[in-house]
């Protein structure tokens, strides 16, 4: 038996890295397979099989979650517009980061970098801040991240790492204790498509302007809180959702995650996180109200606080933010992914065998026949927001 990590199947490995991070010998490797997904590789002729890598697997044994008891949830929002516009939703992540930079601490998170990829960095200046801001709707690489943030903790400075709860996980099993000024924030996550097929979806929207691409904003708030989004380039900014790209459309679908996130071990009610952060889609009218002066077409958190150390957190940016206390049964209402993980739809094979058989053009050819869906998806977005949720809320009711 190889005492070294292998995967039989594509469904049992979430590509969170915590393999490469604990290999004493740098052995592993991530490498993508056809349709782009992350894979650990190992090179036999430095591994020793000393199995730290088989140790660390989050999807061997289900690692235990961070919760101490029941959350506490909220619906918040920054009370600086400035930080709000440039959120996702409310903010919340960035109150948490300038928290934990202002002890002089460091913050992991998601960024793009050359050549629009997706990496996990640090940043330990407010000034880097603005790259991990912003929801981005594929998988990013941890590199050796891990590594990086056990040294920072080691010097006994704070950490604040974001991510998905698989990444939340791997980290914790490579670091394989609790750190006191460790802080992690989970996301309510749906799935993760690849790498690849994000930057063959960018050619094809960007066109002749992919080599100029500055930015990508998957949630581009200038027209409001949505689900729509936007390349930047020099000297253009070009509509990216669900009505200009397949690739969008099909994340929402949920039809081009990896096999692993149809599986996923992690929506649960014990979270991987301190603190769990997503948006608040569909917020009751009265939460709305008890926020005070808040906009809800800004952008509104919504917010899980797991554990003592997430709520002496909280509670220390609480002055930053609008909140209220909300419940786990309202969140949950139209954020499935706090109780179960996406549905493997018939479609996700055919998808994925199109695109590793005939590349992006066979997701092309699949996004033409959902004309029913893109007609649909036309008049929801000829609905004003306000509309919007007065009809969510009387549904709700």
């Given at each position: 038996m190889k005492s070294y990590i292998t995967i039989e199947h594509p469904g049992d490995c979430c590509g969170c890295g915590a393999c490469l991070n604990a290999c004493p010998k740098s052995a592993i490797t991530m490498k993508e397979d056809e349709a782009g997904f992350i894979f650990p590789a190992v090179d036999e002729t430095l591994c020793v099989s000393c199995g730290k890598c088989v140790d660390v697997c989050v999807f061997k044994d289900k690692q235990v979650g961070a919760a101490d008891g029941e959350p506490v949830v909220y619906a918040a929002a920054a009370k600086d517009s400035a930080v709000l516009e440039k959120s996702s939703s409310g903010g919340v992540f960035t109150s948490l980061a300038n928290a934990v930079l202002d002890k002089g601490g460091a913050v992991f998170g998601a960024a793009w970098t050359d050549g629009i990829t997706l990496a996990h960095l640090c940043i330990e200046s407010k000034d880097e801040l603005n790259r991990l801001r912003g929801s981005k709707y594929v998988q990013s690489n941890t590199g050796n991240c891990y590594r990086q943030a056990k040294q920072i903790l080691c010097d006994g400075r704070p950490v604040l790492y974001c991510g998905t709860p698989c990444q939340i996980a791997g980290l914790k099993a490579f670091l394989g204790k609790d750190y006191e000024n460790l802080l992690t924030a989970d996301l309510v996550c749906h799935g993760v498509p690849s790498m690849k097929m994000l930057r063959d979806d960018l050619k094809a929207v960007a066109g002749d302007k992919f080599d100029e691409i500055k930015d990508v904003r998957f949630r581009d708030k200038s027209k409001g809180w949505a689900v729509k989004g936007s390349i930047?380039?020099?000297?253009?900014?070009?509509?990216?959702?669900?009505?200009?790209?397949?690739?969008?459309?099909?994340?929402?679908?949920?039809?081009?995650?990896?096999?692993?996130?149809?599986?996923?071990?992690?929506?649960?009610?014990?979270?991987?996180?301190?603190?769990?952060?997503?948006?608040?889609?569909?917020?009751?009218?009265?939460?709305?109200?008890?926020?005070?002066?808040?906009?809800?077409?800004?952008g509104i958190s919504c917010v899980l606080v797991n554990t003592q150390k997430g709520k002496e957190w909280f509670d220390s940016v609480s002055g930053t933010l609008s909140f209220a206390k909300s419940s786990r049964e309202n969140a949950e209402k139209r954020?499935?992914?706090?109780?179960?993980?996406?549905?493997?739809?018939?479609?996700?094979?055919?998808?994925?065998?199109?695109?590793?058989?005939?590349?992006y053009p066979a997701y092309r050819e699949a996004y033409k026949k959902h004309t029913k869906d893109h007609i649909v998806r036309g008049v929801k977005n000829m609905i004003p927001a306000k509309v919007k949720r007065k009809i969510n809320d009387v549904i709700s009711k």
């Open positions: 930047d380039t020099d000297n253009s900014h070009i509509k990216y959702d669900a009505g200009t790209s397949p690739y969008y459309f099909f994340f929402l679908k949920g039809g081009i995650y990896r096999e692993s996130c149809y599986n996923c071990r992690f929506p649960s009610e014990n979270r991987q996180g301190d603190i769990t952060l997503g948006d608040y889609w569909g917020v009751p009218l009265d939460l709305v109200a008890k926020l005070g002066d808040v906009n809800p077409d800004k954020n499935k992914q706090l109780v179960s993980c996406s549905t493997h739809l018939p479609e996700h094979d055919t998808l994925l065998g199109g695109y590793i058989e005939k590349g």
